[in-house]
Each structure stands twice: as structure tokens, then as C-alpha cells.
């Protein structure tokens, strides 16, 4: 994903600093260890940015959860539905079950996005941190 580098897709999809995107923000890379899917760093060891701005920050995260869960399940569904021609029962079921297995996915990317919007790439700051 380096042709991404820079753009705020790149640090969204993969959960990097949204200054730098030289590190990952969360302690722990694979959000499936539910305990700790949601734990983040407090600050970028590359170009110290604080990721918590301030107390409660991203419980604004969960406003953008809701459009985030619609966009899968409504993929889910239709594909169940439309493509596979599943009957109206099976396919809420997997939808059921598709948003069950991706609710970490759905919780990083949504506070991925929600720091994203206060926060922007400094290609200075990203730069300054490779030559050093």
C-alpha cells in the first residue's frame, strides 16, 4: 500500500499515525485479540503526535460505527440475497453473523476515520523521521 502513503485511505485502512503513518497506533497489530482490539498507543514514537486529544475523544467514533456497520452488512446482505439468491431468513443470518466477525474490523476503521478527521499527513514530519 506505499502508493497510498500520504493519503488519509492509507492511515485509515491500516490504522497508522495520520501525521507520519510511519507506525501503527495500536499495541497490538491484529484486532481479532478482543481484549486489546482497542487499545492504542498514547503517543507516535515517530513524530509524537498524541492520539487521544483529549479525554473521551473518541467516543465520537461511535457516530461514525453506524455508517461504517450499514456499508458491510448492506454488502453482506446483498450479496447473500441478490447475487447468491439465498432465501430472506440464511441470508440475515450471515448477516448476523458477518457483523458479529467483523465488529473489531468495524471498531478500528471507525476511529481510524474519526482521527482522521481532525488530524492530516505532514510530509515533513513523515520525511524528517527517514533521514534521521
Not at 456497520?69 to 447475487?83: E, P, Q
Not at 473489531?104 to 524528517?128: G, H, Y
Request: net charge positive; charged share 15%.
Amino acid at each position: 500500500m506505499e502508493f497510498l502513503k500520504g493519503t488519509k485511505i492509507n492511515s485509515i485502512l491500516t490504522g497508522n499515525c495520520p501525521v507520519c503513518q510511519n507506525e501503527s497506533m495500536y499495541t497490538v497489530k491484529n484486532p481479532y485479540k478482543v481484549t486489546r482490539t482497542l487499545t492504542m498507543k498514547e503517543r507516535c514514537s515517530h513524530c509524537n503526535t498524541k492520539y487521544k486529544i483529549e479525554p473521551s475523544f473518541f467516543f465520537g467514533a461511535m457516530y461514525v460505527s453506524y455508517p461504517v456497520g450499514i456499508f458491510f452488512g448492506a454488502i453482506s446482505f446483498f450479496l447473500t440475497f441478490y447475487v447468491l439468491n439465498l432465501s430472506f431468513m440464511t441470508s440475515y443470518i450471515i448477516l448476523i453473523i458477518v457483523m458479529l466477525l467483523l465488529l473489531p474490523i468495524i471498531l478500528r476503521i471507525s476511529r481510524n476515520i474519526w482521527i482522521n478527521i481532525f488530524m492530516t499527513f505532514d510530509k515533513t514530519k513523515a520525511l524528517a523521521i527517514k533521514e534521521n
